[in-house]
Structure formats: structure tokens, C-alpha cells
């Protein structure tokens, strides 16, 4: 069975911080690379970052410095760290595979940046 909950997302201030965290089946995690994406309204789902099996990161431009991937491969989670948020960074964030095409997409969690 091929599962991904995504959740802690939330209303957050410019400059806010917010940490998101992804559960993942096991018949997912364990064999692929990770990332999360985000959707922002009437825009196209864009690739956030990535985290490999070992632990290798790559970032968006427009996220670098301020957000961070990281992954717990014995509880099967991917999380994401996002810091000085910006109006810009609101959007539905949701987790799935990289590099090796999608299962099917959770829920996703609301990211909203708003003073």
C-alpha cells in the first residue's frame, strides 16, 4: 500500500518559521529520494527540495538558505524546515518521490504567510 500524510502547516507572520513533516509508507521510503513541492494559487506545482537515501539536499533558488530537508529513514519521515517566510512561500506544500515518478499525491498541508 503506497501512502503519504503531509501536516504542520499554518497561518504564519512574514519571517514566521514552520516545520513540515511528511509520513511515508514503507514501500516508498525506503527505496527513493524525497521531496517536497509546493502549489501556489493559479500556479503550477513547483519542486521545493530534495533529500537522496543518503542524505544529499538541493534546494530552490527562492528557498535557499531559508528552508531545510531533512529525513528520518527509521521512522519514514521527510521533513521540511521552513524559515523567514515570505508572502511568496504560501501555497499547499505536499511531499512525494524524486526522480522516479509520483505515487499518488496526498493531501497536502496550507502554507500561508500573511501579516
Known amino acids: 500500500q503506497v501512502w503519504l500524510v503531509e501536516s504542520g502547516g499554518g497561518l504564519v507572520q512574514p519571517g514566521g518559521s514552520l516545520r513540515l513533516s511528511c509520513a511515508a509508507s514503507?514501500?516508498?521510503?525506503?527505496?527513493?529520494?524525497m521531496g517536497w513541492y509546493r502549489q501556489a494559487p493559479g500556479k503550477q506545482r513547483e519542486l521545493v527540495a530534495r533529500?537522496?537515501?543518503?542524505?544529499?539536499?538541493n534546494y530552490a533558488d527562492s528557498v535557499k538558505g531559508r528552508f531545510t530537508i531533512s529525513r528520518d529513514n527509521a521512522k519514514r519521515s521527510v521533513s521540511l524546515q521552513l524559515n523567514s517566510l515570505r508572502p511568496e512561500d504560501t501555497g499547499v506544500y505536499y511531499c512525494?518521490?524524486?526522480?522516479?515518478?509520483?505515487?499518488?499525491w496526498g493531501q497536502g498541508t496550507q502554507v500561508t504567510v500573511s501579516s
Open positions: 533529500i537522496t537515501n543518503d542524505g544529499n539536499t
Open positions: 512525494n518521490t524524486y526522480g522516479s515518478g509520483f505515487v499518488p
Open positions: 514503507r514501500s516508498i521510503f525506503s527505496i527513493y529520494a
